[in-house]
């Protein structure tokens, strides 16, 4: 039997689940920006076009490792995201073009330095920093110099719904089948991509070795993927919506991704002082929760670049991909970062 074979009986099972064109809507009614008759796919090439997902590029998935090109950053994470998305959808008869454009944007609220950014920003805050929530205010808010993205709120809810962190893997009624898709996709893209970064890290083999389901899932990363993805689909047919929660594979799964996160906690260190430099310069710039937005929405080489200095000031602002968004930012209402604002 070839081994996509066993997909033949279950292709299509959800489709009567799959989210329509004609169930698309923008905030704003009048979109021009792309002449495309399905709006999901209108999402992904504005998405693709984004400052948002360029920067991702320069943003840490794990940790930051300049001279190795090989290690995951966020876009690279993004694009597997999407590639398991899309597969998992193409399979189920969901609609992957929503599944494509929520996976492309699900990360673009993340700050310089991944997770340890943003437990500084909740720090120094005393607010809790949720990058699934920024991430939709950026689409919204920031891009297109406050203007925004205009996307299909279908897209805005599969990026705000598509966290879990070290929590149990759940999904909700008011989820989408395709933003349920991407959040079990995310979770699948990182663990194998994290396992297989962990030696390009300098990660002590001991505690990779400790990991030993993914030996027992697969051979390499690609059978590992395959595996996951079957199991995913056929437990999503018997169960008649997206679901990886019953099985060997999917217990084995979520008991991994706790011991992952054991070794995550032992990974992430930051630089507080140097970050707590940045933050303050970039409160004498801006006003309001700006210092916090533009500290957000620094790369990793912009904050590496401005913690080494001493003394900052703005020639070196100019120096980094912030400096371009200052203005428009200084001239932004207040936001609320706590709320994503999708009551339209």
Same mark, same amino acid.
């Given at each position: 039997?070839?081994?996509?074979?066993r997909f033949l009986s279950i292709?299509?099972?959800?489709?009567?689940?799959?989210?329509?064109?004609?169930?698309?809507?923008?905030?704003?009614?009048?979109?021009?920006?792309?002449?495309?008759?399905?709006?999901?796919?209108?999402?992904?090439?504005?998405?693709?076009?984004?400052?948002?997902?360029?920067?991702?590029?320069?943003?840490?998935?794990?940790?930051?490792?300049?001279?190795?090109?090989?290690?995951?950053?966020?876009?690279?994470?993004?694009?597997?995201?999407?590639?398991?998305?899309?597969?998992?959808?193409?399979?189920?008869?969901?609609?992957?073009?929503?599944?494509?454009?929520?996976?492309?944007?699900?990360?673009?609220?993340?700050?310089?330095?991944?997770?340890?950014?943003?437990?500084?920003?909740?720090?120094?805050?005393?607010?809790?920093?949720?990058?699934?929530?920024?991430?939709?205010?950026?689409?919204?808010?920031?891009?297109?110099?406050?203007?925004?993205?205009?996307?299909?709120?279908?897209?805005?809810? %599969? @990026?705000?719904?598509?966290? /879990?962190?070290?929590?149990? &893997?759940?999904?909700?009624? +008011?989820? *989408?089948? #395709?933003?349920?898709?991407?959040?079990?996709?995310?979770?699948?893209?990182?663990?194998?991509?994290?396992?297989?970064?962990?030696?390009?890290?300098?990660?002590?083999?001991?505690?990779?070795?400790?990991?030993?389901?993914?030996?027992?899932? %697969? @051979?390499?990363?690609?059978? /590992?993927?395959?595996?996951? &993805?079957?199991?995913?689909? +056929?437990? *999503?047919? #018997?169960?008649?919506?997206?679901?990886?929660?019953?099985?060997?594979?999917?217990?084995?799964?979520?008991?991994?991704?706790?011991?992952?996160?054991?070794?995550?906690?032992?990974?992430?260190?930051?630089?507080?002082?140097?970050?707590?430099?940045?933050?303050?310069?970039?409160?004498?710039?801006?006003?309001?929760?700006?210092?916090?937005?533009?500290?957000?929405?620094?790369?990793?080489a912009d904050l590496l670049y401005?913690s080494q200095y001493h003394v900052?000031?703005?020639?070196?602002?100019?120096?980094?991909?912030?400096?371009?968004?200052?203005?428009?930012?200084?001239?932004?209402?207040?936001?609320?970062?706590?709320?994503?604002?999708?009551?339209?």
């Amino acid at each position: 039997m070839h081994k996509y074979d066993r997909f033949l009986s279950i292709e299509g099972c959800l489709k009567h689940r799959a989210m329509q064109v004609s169930d698309a809507r923008r905030r704003y009614g009048n979109d021009q920006d792309i002449a495309l008759p399905n709006p999901y796919l209108a999402d992904v090439v504005k998405i693709m076009e984004s400052k948002a997902v360029r920067s991702l590029a320069n943003k840490t998935q794990v940790l930051s490792s300049p001279s190795n090109a090989l290690i995951r950053n966020r876009l690279s994470h993004s694009m597997e995201v999407a590639a398991i998305a899309t597969t998992i959808a193409q399979i189920l008869g969901l609609n992957h073009e929503l599944c494509m454009a929520i996976a492309l944007a699900h990360d673009i609220g993340h700050t310089p330095l991944g997770h340890q950014g943003e437990e500084f920003l909740t720090k120094v805050t005393e607010k809790i920093f949720r990058h699934e929530v920024f991430g939709v205010i950026v689409a919204q808010k920031i891009e297109r110099k406050g203007d925004g993205l205009n996307l299909t709120k279908q897209t805005l809810l %599969g @990026m705000l719904h598509h966290s /879990r962190g070290p929590k149990e &893997i759940v999904v909700s009624d +008011e989820m *989408s089948e #395709e933003a349920k898709a991407v959040m079990y996709s995310d979770k699948i893209a990182y663990m194998l991509a994290d396992y297989n970064d962990f030696p390009r890290l300098g990660v002590p083999e001991h505690w990779r070795k400790k990991l030993r389901w993914f030996r027992e899932v %697969g @051979m390499n990363q690609r059978e /590992r993927k395959n595996a996951i &993805i079957a199991a995913l689909c +056929e437990e *999503s047919a #018997e169960k008649g919506s997206v679901s990886f929660c019953d099985g060997e594979i999917a217990r084995s799964f979520s008991e991994t991704k706790n011991e992952m996160y054991k070794i995550y906690a032992r990974l992430h260190t930051y630089d507080f002082e140097g970050f707590m430099k940045v933050y303050a310069f970039l409160g004498k710039v801006l006003q309001n929760d700006y210092p916090t937005v533009a500290f957000a929405l620094m790369t990793d080489a912009d904050l590496l670049y401005l913690s080494q200095y001493h003394v900052l000031d703005i020639t070196k602002l100019r120096q980094t991909s912030l400096w371009e968004r200052i203005p428009f930012l200084e001239e932004l209402p207040p936001i609320d970062l706590s709320n994503p604002d999708l009551d339209w």
